[in-house]
């Protein structure tokens, strides 16, 4: 996949993100903030044997964090959480394929801290 | 008259392209860019004196000890102190603040009042914040509709409990210059310690410390084409001889013995440790070269950038500035956003449009991105004013700052800028 249509994938989800919203009967949600910009992604899962039943997001931020959180919940939507160990920053941000700089790669990294951090919070948050 | 396009060529960072681009600097009130001279005197200073200050007998250490007092002078004179031990040397503006709130602190107890205002920078609200442990209360006077000080609200909050007043001049994100001497005045009225933050006005207009009568000042030597690394706490000489010391060490004692210590004079006693000769005599150095400009020529010209800012802006559809209209209230800080960019909330973010959806907004962040592939800085986020953009109800702003080597054309190239941005944006 060129650059460009990586790029334009990204603007895509940002203008039409999937997996928007809340889940009424979440059993993991986070609220995460980038302490640097004030970018914020909420994310809402259902985690059930070890597996991401089902995740939304909702969220308010830059094109690059928006994108990113959409992306988010369609890769780890259904997977296991173990899978996740694989996941890392910077196989994420090569999967996204879009050349950032280390400011914006903040952005994009925004939401799969937030999802870590939600899983590794036991249980139902508030 | 300044001539912004003269000034940039004793800049040499602007000799500097990227991808092929002059740079255009707007991030002024996170950093100014250095002069040759303020690099040189720093140079100079490392080639041919350096040595410890204030403790060498040979020659080297009493000529770097002379021209450390001497750009101490210089400094405390810029501002309009008319003793130099008021001027104490520290790190930056956030520097200056911790040690007045550590070392004023110590003497405040449970329900004495601290009053801040909703616009200032977190570095004059968090020192505030650690004394609530002992029961400190901080409070914030609001601002009006037009981003100027509600001072009806400030007056209210001032009581008999209030022992210090801690305010911005100039704010670093709405521009709003506020009062000094006014505050000032109200604060005494009520026997509160007046503390001005100078961090974004020191290096944009005439500031006189006995003028406004304050009792203490802060600043940042890298906001005024100073050094990173140098600032400035001026605090009148009876009032600083009186507080205590904030950090302990070398320099800052009169004896020491097993049993205790005492303490140096002023300002000796607030700079423990070997201090930053180098900076403070490049500090000096850009003291010298705003003076030979002038610092009401340095104001005029922000004046007519902020006034040509206006004028152009109305071109930009769904443009949102924030800050005073009124030139005389107004530094030359332009925060913007295209469209609303509201702070973040669950319910709100569901129900109402949202700015990915709306074609009217565009993330401050994506128009500083944007932006800069044209070769311009500008600054997007909250600006260490997180209370003030809740106050604002907005969740981040994009900032253009401007300073001596801006000009017109550039601001120019700023809209088109941001027209191209918002048009790739899809709006
Ligand atoms: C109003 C104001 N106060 C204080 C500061 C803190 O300055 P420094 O980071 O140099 O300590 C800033 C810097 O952005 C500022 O704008």
Redesign the pocket.
């Known amino acids: 996949m060129s650059e460009d249509i990586a790029y334009e994938v990204m603007m895509d989800h940002y203008r039409n993100p999937h997996n928007y919203g809340t889940i009424e009967n979440a059993t993991n949600r986070i609220t995460e903030y980038n302490p640097i910009c004030g970018d914020t992604v909420h994310l809402e899962m259902i985690i059930n044997e070890g597996r991401i039943e089902d995740i939304k997001f909702v969220g308010r931020g830059c094109s690059i964090s928006q994108a990113s959180a959409s992306i988010l919940t369609e890769t780890v939507k259904g997977k296991s959480i173990s899978s996740l160990n694989d996941l890392t920053d910077q196989k994420y941000l090569m999967d996204l394929g879009v050349s950032l700089g280390p400011a914006r790669e903040r952005c994009a990294l925004l939401s799969l801290n937030a999802l870590r951090k939600a899983i590794a919070g036991d249980g139902t948050a508030p | 008259m300044l001539n912004p396009t003269k000034v940039k060529n004793d800049f040499p960072i602007f000799r500097r392209k990227i991808d092929g681009k002059e740079i255009i600097y707007l991030d002024n009130?996170?950093?100014t860019q250095k002069p040759k001279s303020v690099i040189d005197a720093i140079k100079d200073y490392y080639e041919n004196f350096n040595s410890n200050v204030h403790r060498g007998i040979y020659k080297l250490s009493e000529e770097a000890t002379d021209m450390y007092e001497k750009a101490r002078k210089n400094v405390s004179d810029f501002i309009g102190g008319n003793d130099q031990n008021g001027l104490v040397f520290v790190?930056?503006?956030?520097?200056?603040?911790n040690l007045l709130a550590s070392s004023i602190g110590q003497s405040l107890k449970r329900d004495d009042e601290v009053l801040l205002t909703l616009m200032?920078?977190?570095?004059?609200i968090v020192p505030w914040q650690f004394l609530m442990g002992k029961g400190v209360k901080i409070k914030y006077a609001d601002l009006k509709e037009d981003g100027t000080l509600n001072m009806e609200d400030f007056t209210s909050k001032i009581t008999q409990h209030t022992k210090v007043v801690s305010v911005?001049?100039?704010?670093?994100?709405l521009g709003t210059i506020n009062d000094a001497k006014e505050l000032a005045r109200i604060s005494h009225e009520k026997e509160a310690t007046f503390i001005l933050?100078?961090?974004?006005s020191v290096p944009h207009m005439p500031v006189d410390v006995k003028d406004i009568d304050c009792d203490y000042v802060?600043?940042?030597?890298?906001?005024m084409l100073g050094p990173?690394g140098i600032?400035g706490l001026y605090g009148k000489p009876d009032l600083l001889s009186k507080l205590p010391p904030y950090m302990g060490g070398g320099e800052m004692i009169n004896t020491v013995t097993t049993e205790g210590s005492t303490w140096a004079d002023i300002p000796l006693k607030f700079e423990a440790g070997t201090p930053n000769v180098a900076d403070a005599i490049g500090l000096s150095a850009a003291v010298d070269y705003l003076k030979n400009i002038g610092m009401k020529e340095v104001r005029k010209h922000e004046s007519e950038m902020i006034l040509y800012a206006f004028q152009e802006e109305k071109y930009m559809e769904n443009l949102k500035s924030f800050g005073p209209r009124s030139l005389h209230l107004r530094g030359g800080v332009y925060s913007f956003n295209i469209g609303d960019i509201p702070s973040f909330n669950i319910q709100r973010e569901l129900e109402a449009n949202s700015i990915r959806i709306s074609r009217a907004s565009m993330h401050p962040h994506d128009v500083a991105s944007e932006i800069d592939k044209e070769g311009i800085a500008i600054r997007s986020g909250h600006?260490?004013?997180m209370p003030l953009m809740a106050r604002l109800d907005v969740q981040a702003t994009a900032r253009a700052s401007f300073y001596i080597y801006n000009s017109k054309e550039e601001i120019d190239k700023l809209f088109i800028g941001l027209q191209n941005a918002t048009a790739r944006f899809g709006h």
């Open positions: 009130a996170a950093t790190r930056n503006a956030t520097e200056a603040l200032e920078h977190h570095s004059n911005t001049h100039v704010s670093n994100v933050d100078g961090a974004q802060a600043f940042s030597g890298h906001k990173m600032g600006h260490c004013a």
